[in-house]
């Protein structure tokens, strides 16, 4: 998983391409999934609602749940950051 791949120029460029972001608003994204603290660069579930909470999404957990379903893509039970840059784009 480590998000810290994602911060070399040419990886991100090729994400801004792939999204509706562009290189300034991604490098910030970057900055705040790494505060995460996800220990491999991924978010788990409990970490996905943890932000939520922090960022006063007051969102029913049922929601959050689905929400994070509908982030990870691949299914491996972790967000990665592209997964995420992808689900918000």
Same mark, same amino acid.
């Given at each position: #998983?480590?998000?810290?791949?994602?911060?070399?120029?040419?990886? =991100?460029?090729? =994400?801004?391409?792939?999204?509706?972001? %562009?290189?300034?608003?991604? @490098?910030n994204l970057l900055a705040e $999934?790494?505060?995460?603290?996800?220990? %491999?660069? #991924?978010?788990?579930? &409990? @970490? $996905?609602?943890?932000?939520?909470?922090?960022?006063?999404?007051?969102? &029913?957990?049922?929601?959050?749940?689905?929400?994070? %379903?509908?982030? %990870?893509?691949d299914r491996s039970g972790t967000v990665d950051f592209k997964e995420?840059? =992808?689900? =918000?784009?």
């Amino acid at each position: #998983c480590l998000a810290a791949k994602w911060s070399s120029g040419r990886r =991100l460029h090729a =994400l801004e391409r792939s999204s509706h972001f %562009d290189g300034v608003q991604l @490098t910030n994204l970057l900055a705040e $999934f790494q505060n995460a603290k996800a220990p %491999d660069g #991924c978010i788990d579930r &409990p @970490t $996905f609602v943890r932000i939520l909470n922090g960022i006063n999404a007051q969102l &029913p957990a049922a929601f959050a749940a689905a929400m994070f %379903d509908l982030f %990870d893509s691949d299914r491996s039970g972790t967000v990665d950051f592209k997964e995420l840059v =992808l689900a =918000l784009s």
